[in-house]
């Protein structure tokens, strides 16, 4: 047992060095971890691990996802009493944002769209949120028009989860050939599952089952292979394509 315990704490040691190597850190806490090994490693994590760990955007959203779970309308009072009290442009689209954040795309639609008829129309950040309410309420005509006016507006601007709207709203239309040329193109750089699951889910709609299969099974086989963080971020799409693969 002082064997495997002496092992453990030199391995535990070791790791903090590195780590502080690596983040500039090696001077002073090189000396705290190694003439007080335990105490000195517990201090070093606690002090620049943890808060990096918390910091991260994949913990930042799982935190914030759990929190959903449990009072989905935390942020929302709060957003509607300051857009109540100012009425200004932005506490009303930080409201809107909320609504679609938390799947509540039909509460927030109306916001951007009375937000879309202000001088604040041509902001990017508005219309990407009002083309994904349109998308997500099925206001798919109207939603290629705003993404098609961006893409004009901020050229340089269109980011993946655009492509990713407006592949969906052509979809959405029907507009299948143009529809498979934006998904297909899309799922080269999208970041994650998302887009991937979405072409899958796709190409069943239009019976090309045999491939939607395939891409389920690639959405499986890597969220299963993944480090727990990663798992719990993507569980929907995860959870979306083992409901596919049987059938559901």
Known sequence: M?????????LLMLTCVIHAARNGNLMPWIYVIVFLPLIGSI?????????????SPDAVRVKEAALDLRDPERHIRKL?????????????????????????AEEGLPIYRDLSTTGFADDPRLQMGFARALVETGNFAEAEAVLDRFQKDY???????????FAR??????????????YESVIRYFAGPEALCRY??????????????GHFQTIVKTIETSPPHVRKINRRWYQTAKARLAGR
């Open 155 to 165: 050229p340089s601007a269109a980011d993946e989860q655009g492509h990713l709207l």
């Open 169 to 182: 709203a052509l979809a959405g239309q029907k507009k299948q050939d143009a529809a498979l040329a934006e």
């Open 200 to 213: 899958a889910e796709y190409l069943q709609t239009i019976g090309r089952g045999d491939e939607a299969r």
């Open 2 to 10: 002082p064997y495997l315990y002496l092992g453990g704490l030199g």
């Open 80 to 104: 509607k009493h300051e857009a109540e009290l100012s009425n200004s442009v932005d506490a009303r689209q930080r409201l809107a944002d909320e609504y679609l954040r938390i799947g509540r």
């Open 43 to 55: 201090a070093y994590i606690v002090v620049n691990i943890v808060p990096e760990m918390l910091g």
